[in-house]
């Protein structure tokens, strides 16, 4: 079974979609099979991977709306996989067909919250899925925490936004009514200035506040991460020397570390 996470922020251009997409590429250089799954009506993600062309002319039998449309529940799957030119990367992509279908008060939408939990649950022969939401807590970012194992949180060292990370918190906690699995496997501090006072101050409250459930590695506000995006190629891939490729290295060691912890603990207990 392979171990499933979402990048949740209510907070827009925060990094979900860029961490995804690089952190996929650092996983799939250490040989692991990723497993995207775009749950943003944006479809940023999927647009990156596949081409804005392409991503648009798909039709909702064609995207990760497929999984909440009615008449499409006896449809087979097949079509939603698409490979990338990755190696070990196979994204199910979103364009405006889920737009529809991420509405506010998901916990009232029935056995369809379960979704994205049961579409993940079919799936073999990936290590990791990674699904990327939109800036909301809706309908897509409450299916995917019912489906995954672990949350991450990208937070920019920007303003306080404690009142946003709230709801988020706050959320998570519901989420776990139906996924009482789920885990915050932590903040990451992303788009992060260090020479800026301000951030250092940020992360050292972010830290203060949530102690452990705040990743080590800090995603650096870097060039090398908006050519790699405008190449469609992870850092990884297209500046492998780079300190942003090698922090997104570091950042899929941690989260690895981090998650066999957990389940030797729960082996223990
Ligand atoms: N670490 C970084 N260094 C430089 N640029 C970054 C970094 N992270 C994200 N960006 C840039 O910031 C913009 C927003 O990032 P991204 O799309 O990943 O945010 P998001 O949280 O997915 O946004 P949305 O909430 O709209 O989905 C993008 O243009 C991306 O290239
Ligand atoms: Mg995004």
């Known amino acids: 079974?392979?171990?499933?996470?979402?990048?949740?922020?209510?907070?827009?251009?925060?990094?979900?979609?860029?961490?995804?997409?690089?952190?996929?590429?650092?996983?799939?250089?250490?040989?692991?099979?990723?497993?995207?799954?775009?749950?943003?009506?944006?479809?940023?993600?999927?647009?990156?991977?596949?081409?804005?062309?392409?991503?648009?002319?798909?039709?909702?039998?064609?995207?990760?709306?497929?999984?909440?449309?009615?008449?499409?529940?006896?449809?087979?799957?097949?079509?939603?996989?698409?490979?990338?030119?990755?190696?070990?990367?196979?994204?199910?992509?979103?364009?405006?067909?889920?737009?529809?279908?991420?509405?506010?008060?998901?916990?009232?939408?029935?056995?369809?919250?379960?979704?994205?939990?049961?579409?993940?649950?079919?799936?073999?022969?990936?290590?990791?899925?990674?699904?990327?939401?939109?800036?909301?807590?809706?309908?897509?970012?409450?299916?995917?925490?019912?489906?995954?194992?672990?949350v991450i949180i990208p937070v920019p060292p920007e303003d306080f936004g404690t009142q946003g990370l709230r709801a988020v918190h706050q959320c998570i906690q519901q989420a776990r009514r139906l996924n009482p699995g789920l885990r915050r496997l932590g903040h990451l501090v992303t788009r992060c200035d260090s020479r800026l006072l301000v951030h250092q101050l940020y992360e050292r409250k972010l830290r203060e506040m949530y102690k452990e459930i705040v990743l080590d590695t800090?995603?650096?506000?870097?060039?090398?991460?908006k050519v790699a995006l405008t190449r469609r190629s992870p850092v990884q891939l297209n500046e492998p020397q780079s300190k942003a490729a090698k922090l997104t290295l570091c950042l899929a060691h941690e989260i690895l570390e981090r998650i066999d912890v957990n389940e030797r603990k729960q082996r223990i207990a």
């Open 1 to 150: 079974m392979a171990t499933t996470f979402c990048l949740i922020n209510q907070k827009g251009g925060c990094g979900k979609s860029s961490t995804c997409f690089h952190l996929a590429g650092a996983f799939a250089e250490l040989g692991l099979k990723v497993l995207l799954l775009d749950m943003d009506p944006q479809g940023s993600l999927s647009q990156v991977f596949l081409g804005p062309e392409y991503v648009e002319s798909l039709n909702n039998k064609q995207t990760m709306a497929m999984l909440f449309d009615e008449c499409s529940f006896f449809d087979s799957h097949d079509r939603l996989f698409n490979p990338t030119k990755v190696t070990g990367i196979t994204i199910c992509p979103a364009n405006q067909t889920l737009a529809r279908f991420n509405v506010p008060e998901p916990e009232n939408t029935g056995m369809s919250q379960f979704a994205v939990r049961d579409f993940v649950e079919q799936q073999s022969g990936f290590d990791i899925v990674l699904i990327d939401c939109p800036p909301n807590l809706y309908r897509c970012s409450w299916t995917a925490m019912v489906a995954a194992d672990y």
């Open 218 to 225: 800090v995603i650096p506000e870097a060039s090398a991460f």
